[in-house]
T-cell receptor, first 113, second 114 residues
Framework: DAGVIQSPRHEVTEMGQEVTLRCKPI?????LFWYRQTMMRGLELLIY????????DSGMPEDRFSAKMPNASFSTLKIQPSEPRDSAVYFC???????????FGQGTRLTVV | SQKIEQNSEALNIQEGKTATLTCNYT??????LQWYRQDPGRGPVFLLL?????KEKRKERLKVTFDTTLKQSLFHITASQPADSATYLC?????????????FGQGTTLQVKP
């Protein structure tokens, strides 16, 4: 398996624009997580899914953030409208079941100017 | 809420020595604890998982201990090598347990000098 695949690797956008980050989890994994990493706050969990269903979105910072998982092999994280403080590295991770290791993608570095 | 503390200062050691990294947490004790390695520009990579009923776990040159009384985990790398230089993150599960939901510490950067 190629691992967790995220796209794009880098995204530079202007404030106010919509940004969509994409993730393909490892086949057969039931859990999918979206994290955000910054120097100040470290790695923060935004939302996670179990069998394509959102379980906990308490980490989503604002209504500007939304995430979907239309099927077992694809998820998106959307920011609309984007703001400079959203600049961070966004990671997607998947795991086979609870209490097991998480496999992370390479991340998307988002810069909002 | 649960807080995790890892030494924010970088740890510099000489090649061949044992590196020891600390992870302290407050409030409740997690059902399990994980350690990850992160290299610059890359996602975290899983290293070890230890459960609350386990005192110690080993994998090659790595050893993790879990003391629920002290609310602390220690991560050891024996016979360290320059290739071990990276940031190491500890992660705990969040109640309710068995959901797979983790919170991460800020990480400790390890620099192994030849």
């Amino acid at each position: 398996d190629a691992g967790v695949i995220q796209s794009p690797r880098h995204e530079v956008t202007e404030m106010g624009q919509e940004v969509t980050l994409r993730c393909k989890p490892i086949s057969g994994h039931d859990y999918l997580f979206w994290y955000r990493q910054t120097m100040m706050r470290g790695l923060e969990l935004l939302i996670y899914f179990n069998n394509n269903v959102p379980i906990d979105d308490s980490g989503m910072p604002e209504d500007r953030f939304s995430a979907k998982m239309p099927n077992a092999s694809f998820s998106t994280l959307k920011i609309q409208p984007s703001e400079p403080r959203d600049s961070a590295v966004y990671f997607c991770a998947s795991s086979r079941r609870q209490n097991t290791e998480a496999f992370f993608g390479q991340g998307t570095r988002l810069t909002v100017v | 809420s649960q807080k995790i503390e890892q030494n924010s200062e970088a740890l510099n050691i000489q090649e061949g020595k044992t590196a020891t990294l600390t992870c302290n947490y407050t409030n409740y004790s997690p059902a399990y604890l994980q350690w990850y390695r992160q290299d610059p520009g890359r996602g975290p990579v899983f290293l070890l998982l230890i459960r609350e009923n386990e005192k110690e776990k080993r994998k090659e040159r790595l050893k993790v201990t879990f003391d629920t009384t002290l609310k602390q985990s220690l991560f050891h790398i024996t016979a360290s090598q320059p290739a071990d230089s990276a940031t190491y993150l500890c992660a705990l599960d969040i109640p309710p347990s068995n959901t797979g939901k983790l919170i991460f510490g800020q990480g400790t950067t390890l620099q192994v000098k030849p």
